[in-house]
């Protein structure tokens, strides 16, 4: 089953937004689907920042349907990422070795899609670094699960611009990165609980009062990733009871 998320990031300095199949990752490098195909189209109506307009999303999210459904069908391609940037929308594409030329040419299988022009490029691509280049890293990830967190709290009812303890979990091969990670920590405010050693790892619990409306998510999980990334720890994230008025 598909996961599919997305996250902003830069291209060339500019503004892209990537959305990314994250299902796939545990699965990624697929033997059956060694070549990538890209396919990608001017849009007509971008923002002056070069994203999606709203006046012309309609049509591009129907464009970018057929390509789908085409390249699906001519080519067995598996469809595993899009980004938006600089003015075009580009989808990415995982093809069996047999299917490479139906991949290469996608207007046989999409038929006319004027006043829009694809352009197309195939690649042999077996470790499928594409896509490992466009999944998203630590940060990106974790806003991702920030957002999906928060929208299930404010779907109960809970006040997120309510502070309140929040709990986080982080994970680490050895004790004393641990403790090093606790002192570091507590200097930012956390109340740190002792790390505690279950089967092969250690699993350190800290809390903090915090809110969850805007960024405040974020800006607290990334200060704890730079908190505990020199120690090699493994954020397991965060939770909080439900704040209702």
């Not at 849009?43 to 057929?66: I, N, Y």
Request: contains cysteine.
């Amino acid at each position: 089953m598909s996961d599919w998320d997305f996250y902003e990031g830069t291209m060339d300095s500019d503004r892209a937004f990537i959305a990314v199949d994250l299902s796939l990752k545990t699965h990624a490098p697929l033997a059956s689907h060694p070549t990538r195909l890209q396919v990608r189209f001017a849009m007509l109506q971008p923002r002056e920042d070069g994203l999606r307009s709203a006046e012309e999303a309609d049509a591009v999210f129907a464009l970018e349907d057929r390509v789908v459904e085409a390249m699906a069908c001519a080519a067995k391609a598996m469809f595993v990422a899009r980004t938006v940037a600089q003015g075009y929308t580009e989808l990415f594409f995982y093809v069996p070795a047999d299917q490479k030329q139906a991949a290469n040419d996608p207007p046989a299988a999409v038929g006319r899609v004027a006043p829009y022009e694809l352009e197309w490029y195939v690649e042999d691509d077996p470790r499928w670094d594409t896509y490992q280049e466009l999944y998203p890293n630590r940060y990106a990830i974790q806003s991702i699960m920030n957002r999906r967190l928060v929208q299930q709290m404010t779907e109960v009812g809970d006040q997120i611009a309510v502070a309140r303890e929040i709990d986080h979990l982080a994970l680490f091969s050895r004790e004393e990165q641990a403790r090093e990670a606790a002192r570091g920590l507590a200097e930012r405010g956390f109340r740190v609980d002792e790390p505690h050693f279950d089967e092969d790892r250690w699993s350190l619990q800290f809390h903090r009062n915090d809110s969850c409306e805007g960024n405040r998510p974020d800006e607290f999980v990334f200060e704890i990733l730079d908190l505990i990334g020199p120690f090699d720890g493994e954020y397991d994230g965060w939770g909080s009871v439900v704040v209702k008025g």
